[in-house]
């Protein structure tokens, strides 16, 4: 009995679904280090490093294959690693790369910022070319993170898309970021290192001693009493400025009193390789120099000229340069007569604390000045110490936290450095070495913070073209309305079919679009937040086209139509009272869901009933012709419900127009 039982479970349609449903469990790929990952069906096969894919994921053996997924990683160009892709035309480039394919059409396009990392979701058929008019279909996502861009795609024949476009999406979809840390490299994501560095005065080449000013020497973390890493003769100009920035890069400016704007020098002391950016400083006058440069806790470098009047920063996530102040603080300080006199040094170099305070070091006696950067107000105290020796020469200040996270401030003397006790006033030997300038920024050293995704956008805005179905041809003379209700407001087409329309995130429009010697189209949008593209088709009344009754449904497993169905097929009457001379065939199709004849009866039974629908209506039974397909010519994988949902459909071709 059990045994009979058993058989009879196995047997049963709700058994053999279920088998139906079940299937292995996908293969996981991962990078090399773990922080993203991707599941491909086992029926795939992966291929690693293929034109300059990191990953190729084929539907078959064969080759060339119907279908195949790519997965590429890229570094972001330098210019572009620390914007919002999303909110600098990411979209639109994507969509005009579209647009410039052979009778291409929009699907969907979207985009989303999601904080930790932001993406656009693209898909879109188009031909690939007159020669090879095989019609392609493409479905991927770009997403960039920490200075990164991922793109993974599916492309693959439409005429194969009943077999692997539905595992292609999947597999698409399938990417994502794993839990391990990820090394950004946007600026401001950044942590800045503890090693920081000093420009060389002189250095001793070719047996004797020479003005340098181009080495810099790196100390590791906070610990200046050890030997230094030398980089020798890196800048390609002498320098007196050196700032280090959050990607542990050093960025450096000439000492020459050119009085023209300056690009700044980036070197990288990892790879020992520099070159210049597009950041330009403004001409500093003639009599000065550029004299000394710090960071801030946010990251900007600054910039300052020898007579202290010209402060500038840069800001290296955009590219920003900005004059803080033209006038020196100090003129308005009482001491300010004191260290100005003629023969005086400069008081023009300095370092920059986390409250927004500048401290200066005047050359002459070593004795610390204090401004503060919101106000421009300086203090009005001269702070001097002891323990320094009485001959000039002090050239720069470095603001460290210690390993303990205890405040150090650095001298840079004549011919040694010094560890300043602020509280006390007093300097003391920390080794012995001239440098022009210190850099440094562990002062400001914070775990990265992961972003928040921002909050939706307030509108959005639906933007395509309006095409020919058969061509992919614009069609700009059309009429598009859309609204809340009714036929809704017409919406301007531009001369190469495009329109754009915005809405409320969250509300549903309706949507019409028609032409003459066109079957007109209608439906309903969905706004969801942000901007989105996708084309409208209209199918030309001719001889062979095909269009589906998307929303005609039976009952399961039988011929009888659901009500939801009405509104539809009353377009289809209006349609054929509308064109007298136009006769159709109908086409039934089924899932492949039992015995392959039953389902040739049942796609047969719904055709006559949607025919009868029509005659009934007033349609001349002459003018309808059908056929059932059964499951013969699926539009979808019937792997899944999801998909083979789409393959119990009908359909209409024309075949006569007069």
């Given at each position: 009995m059990?045994?009979f039982?058993?058989?009879v479970l196995l047997?049963?349609?709700?058994a053999?679904?279920?088998?139906?449903?079940?299937?292995?469990?996908?293969t996981?790929?991962?990078?090399?280090?773990?922080?993203y990952?991707i599941?491909?069906?086992?029926?795939?096969?992966v291929r690693?490093?293929i034109?300059?894919?990191?990953?190729t994921?084929?539907?078959?053996?064969a080759r060339?294959a119907?279908a195949y997924?790519?997965?590429?990683t890229?570094?972001?160009?330098i210019?572009?690693?620390?914007l919002?892709?999303t909110l600098r035309g990411?979209?639109?480039s994507?969509?005009?790369i579209i647009?410039r394919?052979?009778?291409?059409?929009?699907?969907g396009l979207d985009?989303?910022?999601l904080?930790s990392y932001?993406?656009i979701?693209y898909?879109?058929?188009?031909t690939h070319?007159?020669?090879?008019?095989t019609r392609?279909?493409?479905v991927?996502r770009r997403?960039w993170?920490?200075g990164?861009?991922f793109q993974?795609?599916?492309?693959?024949?439409?005429s194969?898309d009943a077999?692997y476009?539905?595992?292609?999406?999947?597999l698409?979809d399938?990417f994502a970021?794993?839990?391990?840390?990820?090394?950004?490299?946007r600026?401001?994501?950044q942590?800045c290192d503890?090693k920081f560095?000093?420009i060389?005065?002189?250095g001793?080449?070719?047996g004797?001693?020479?003005?340098?000013?181009?080495?810099?020497h790196?100390?590791?973390?906070n610990?200046?009493?050890?030997?230094p890493?030398?980089?020798?003769r890196?800048?390609p100009?002498?320098s007196y400025?050196?700032?280090?920035?959050?990607?542990?890069?050093?960025?450096?400016?000439?000492k020459a009193?050119?009085?023209?704007p300056?690009?700044?020098y980036?070197?990288?002391?990892v790879t020992?390789?520099?070159?210049y950016?597009t950041?330009?400083l403004p001409?500093?006058?003639?009599?000065?120099?550029?004299?000394?440069a710090?960071?801030d806790?946010r990251?900007?470098?600054y910039?300052?000229?020898s007579d202290g009047?010209?402060?500038?920063k840069?800001?290296?996530?955009?590219?920003?340069v900005?004059?803080v102040?033209?006038?020196?603080p100090?003129q308005?300080?009482p001491?300010?007569?004191?260290?100005?006199?003629p023969?005086?040094?400069t008081?023009?170099?300095f370092?920059?604390?986390?409250a927004?305070t500048?401290?200066r070091?005047?050359?002459t006696?070593g004795?610390?000045?204090k401004?503060?950067?919101k106000?421009?107000?300086?203090?009005p105290e001269r702070?001097k110490?002891?323990g320094l020796p009485?001959?000039?020469?002090?050239?720069?200040l470095?603001?460290?936290n210690?390993?303990?996270?205890?405040?150090?401030?650095?001298?840079?003397?004549?011919?040694a450095?010094y560890q300043?006790?602020?509280a006390?006033?007093r300097a003391?030997?920390v080794?012995?070495?001239?440098?022009?300038d210190?850099?440094g920024c562990?002062?400001?050293?914070?775990?990265?913070r992961?972003?928040?995704?921002p909050p939706?956008?307030?509108?959005?805005?639906?933007?395509?073209?309006v095409l020919?179905?058969a061509?992919?041809?614009?069609?700009?003379?059309?009429?598009l309305r859309?609204g809340l209700g009714g036929f809704?407001?017409?919406?301007r087409?531009?001369?190469n079919g495009t329109?754009?329309?915005q809405g409320k995130?969250?509300?549903t429009?309706t949507?019409?679009?028609?032409l003459t010697?066109?079957i007109?189209?209608d439906?309903t949008?969905?706004?969801?937040p942000g901007?989105?593209?996708?084309d409208?088709?209209?199918?030309?009344?001719?001889?062979g086209?095909?269009v589906?009754?998307?929303?005609?449904k039976?009952?399961?497993?039988?011929?009888?139509l659901?009500?939801?169905?009405?509104?539809a097929?009353n377009?289809?009457v209006s349609l054929l009272?509308d064109?007298?001379g136009?006769?159709?065939?109908l086409?039934?199709?089924?899932?492949?869901?039992g015995p392959?004849?039953?389902?040739?009866v049942l796609?047969e039974?719904?055709?006559?009933?949607?025919?009868a629908?029509?005659?009934e209506?007033?349609?001349?039974?002459?003018r309808?012709?059908g056929?059932?397909?059964?499951?013969?010519?699926?539009?979808?994988?019937?792997?899944?419900?999801?998909?083979?949902r789409?393959?119990?459909r009908?359909e209409?071709r024309?075949?006569?127009?007069?």
């Amino acid at each position: 009995m059990k045994v009979f039982l058993l058989l009879v479970l196995l047997l049963s349609p709700a058994a053999l679904y279920a088998q139906q449903e079940a299937a292995p469990p996908p293969t996981v790929f991962t990078d090399a280090k773990g922080r993203y990952q991707i599941a491909y069906p086992t029926s795939w096969q992966v291929r690693k490093g293929i034109d300059g894919a990191e990953a190729t994921f084929y539907a078959t053996a064969a080759r060339p294959a119907p279908a195949y997924v790519t997965l590429t990683t890229q570094l972001l160009p330098i210019q572009q690693k620390d914007l919002k892709l999303t909110l600098r035309g990411g979209q639109d480039s994507v969509w005009r790369i579209i647009q410039r394919l052979p009778r291409s059409q929009v699907l969907g396009l979207d985009q989303q910022d999601l904080g930790s990392y932001e993406e656009i979701r693209y898909e879109y058929l188009y031909t690939h070319s007159s020669a090879v008019p095989t019609r392609l279909h493409v479905v991927g996502r770009r997403v960039w993170r920490g200075g990164y861009q991922f793109q993974i795609e599916y492309r693959g024949e439409v005429s194969q898309d009943a077999q692997y476009l539905a595992e292609g999406k999947e597999l698409v979809d399938s990417f994502a970021f794993t839990e391990k840390a990820w090394p950004s490299l946007r600026y401001a994501a950044q942590v800045c290192d503890n090693k920081f560095y000093g420009i060389a005065a002189t250095g001793f080449y070719n047996g004797r001693w020479e003005d340098d000013c181009r080495t810099i020497h790196e100390f590791p973390a906070n610990d200046l009493t050890a030997a230094p890493k030398v980089h020798r003769r890196v800048l390609p100009f002498q320098s007196y400025a050196l700032a280090k920035g959050f990607d542990n890069c050093l960025y450096s400016v000439t000492k020459a009193p050119t009085d023209a704007p300056e690009y700044v020098y980036r070197y990288d002391p990892v790879t020992r390789k520099g070159a210049y950016t597009t950041w330009q400083l403004p001409a500093q006058g003639s009599e000065n120099v550029w004299i000394s440069a710090a960071t801030d806790d946010r990251g900007d470098l600054y910039f300052n000229s020898s007579d202290g009047n010209l402060l500038v920063k840069v800001t290296p996530s955009t590219g920003k340069v900005t004059v803080v102040w033209f006038n020196d603080p100090m003129q308005k300080a009482p001491f300010y007569y004191e260290i100005t006199f003629p023969g005086a040094g400069t008081h023009g170099n300095f370092c920059l604390d986390d409250a927004n305070t500048m401290y200066r070091v005047y050359s002459t006696d070593g004795s610390l000045l204090k401004v503060n950067l919101k106000t421009a107000r300086a203090h009005p105290e001269r702070m001097k110490l002891e323990g320094l020796p009485k001959r000039g020469g002090y050239s720069d200040l470095l603001m460290q936290n210690d390993a303990g996270g205890r405040r150090r401030l650095y001298l840079a003397g004549p011919k040694a450095v010094y560890q300043v006790d602020m509280a006390r006033r007093r300097a003391t030997l920390v080794r012995k070495g001239t440098y022009t300038d210190l850099a440094g920024c562990n002062l400001f050293q914070v775990p990265p913070r992961m972003a928040p995704a921002p909050p939706p956008p307030a509108a959005a805005t639906w933007r395509g073209r309006v095409l020919n179905a058969a061509t992919y041809q614009p069609l700009s003379e059309a009429q598009l309305r859309l609204g809340l209700g009714g036929f809704g407001n017409v919406v301007r087409l531009n001369p190469n079919g495009t329109f754009s329309y915005q809405g409320k995130p969250g509300t549903t429009y309706t949507y019409h679009a028609q032409l003459t010697g066109y079957i007109a189209t209608d439906s309903t949008w969905t706004a969801g937040p942000g901007p989105y593209v996708r084309d409208i088709l209209l199918q030309p009344l001719s001889v062979g086209t095909t269009v589906a009754l998307d929303n005609v449904k039976f009952e399961q497993g039988q011929a009888v139509l659901l009500p939801t169905s009405f509104p539809a097929l009353n377009k289809l009457v209006s349609l054929l009272t509308d064109n007298p001379g136009m006769t159709i065939e109908l086409r039934g199709h089924t899932d492949n869901v039992g015995p392959p004849e039953k389902n040739v009866v049942l796609s047969e039974q719904r055709v006559g009933t949607v025919k009868a629908y029509l005659v009934e209506r007033g349609i001349a039974e002459a003018r309808i012709t059908g056929i059932g397909f059964g499951g013969a010519e699926p539009m979808a994988s019937n792997n899944q419900e999801n998909t083979r949902r789409l393959n119990r459909r009908v359909e209409f071709r024309i075949t006569g127009v007069q």
